[in-house]
């Protein structure tokens, strides 16, 4: 029982890291079909940006505000030179992004050498949390959890609530409507693009702290990006917190119960949500 709480528990805290990452994926690919193949990428060199902010400062939260605000600055660069003149063009963009982040390891792994970095968190967020029947667990890996709820319910009301986000949502429906009513498409894009981008940054620093951070993260949390969007719905925030929820509890479950199929169980639930229902979870049918 008591491992079976342990892992249930890791599940939850490894989905909050996943949700993190995938919040960004889904805010540009889900939402905006704009097919970024660097997204992987960004939440490395976010991580990296943020460890050495660190190294210079000795300040956690100054190093998560730089993974967030880079990456947001890369994203925002993205969107107006590369994106803004390939809409509509996926082949292109899963093309040249997949050449920005074979560049961007390449530059990564140039500065930072192929070391493994771990980062250290405040000591008000670390130390060990007294939890029921597992009586001892991690309380950085509480905070993530935390952090991932808050965020996501922010993603949500800045969605359906704010003006804004129903400028972003009316731009994806019908973009030339939304022009013709005076609204700055392009502007609202590279913003929503600016934060999705930032997301996986801010992602970088807080999942560094609690694994670590080494060149083939960015291929990893791609991946699980991508199958979150998938198996949760295109751009549905609440659709990626369930699909970051079942990937991470069946990552961790397999990994304790049964370690050589731990993997497989991943894709076994992308396989089955595209065959009975091919939009995802919480995803609209086109």
Do not use: C
Request: overall charge positive.
């Amino acid at each position: 029982m008591k491992l079976f709480l342990l892992t249930f528990m890791n599940g939850l805290t490894l989905a909050a890291l996943y949700f993190l990452v995938a919040s960004g994926f889904t805010l540009v690919f889900g939402l905006m079909r704009n097919v970024n193949l660097a997204h992987g990428s960004l939440y490395l060199l976010g991580a990296y940006l943020g460890y050495s902010v660190i190294q210079w400062t000795g300040s956690w939260y100054l190093g998560v505000a730089a993974g967030f605000l880079g990456m947001a600055l890369v994203g925002l660069a993205l969107q107006l030179l590369v994106f803004r003149h390939m809409e509509g063009q996926d082949m292109r963009q899963t093309m040249v992004t997949i050449g920005i982040s074979i560049v961007l390891a390449d530059i990564m792994l140039w500065i930072w050498s192929g070391n493994t970095y771990q980062f250290e968190a405040p000591e008000i967020l670390s130390g060990v949390a007294h939890v029921p029947l597992v009586r001892v667990y991690p309380a950085y890996r509480l905070v993530v959890l935390a952090v991932a709820i808050v965020i996501g319910v922010g993603l949500s009301l800045f969605l359906n609530k704010t003006p804004i986000g129903m400028m972003i949502r009316a731009g994806v429906d019908d973009r030339a409507m939304l022009s013709a009513t005076g609204v700055n498409v392009h502007l609202i894009f590279a913003v929503t693009f600016a934060i999705g981008a930032g997301l996986a940054g801010f992602a970088g620093v807080v999942g560094g702290t609690a694994l670590s951070i080494a060149p083939g993260e960015d291929i990893r949390y791609l991946l699980a990006s991508l199958v979150v969007t998938i198996v949760g719905g295109m751009g549905s925030i609440t659709g990626a917190a369930i699909g970051a929820l079942l990937i991470g509890l069946a990552e961790q479950f397999g990994l304790a119960y049964s370690p050589t199929y731990g993997v497989v169980y991943t894709f076994v639930i992308m396989v089955v949500v595209l065959a009975f229902r091919p939009q995802g979870i919480m995803g609209r049918r086109a």
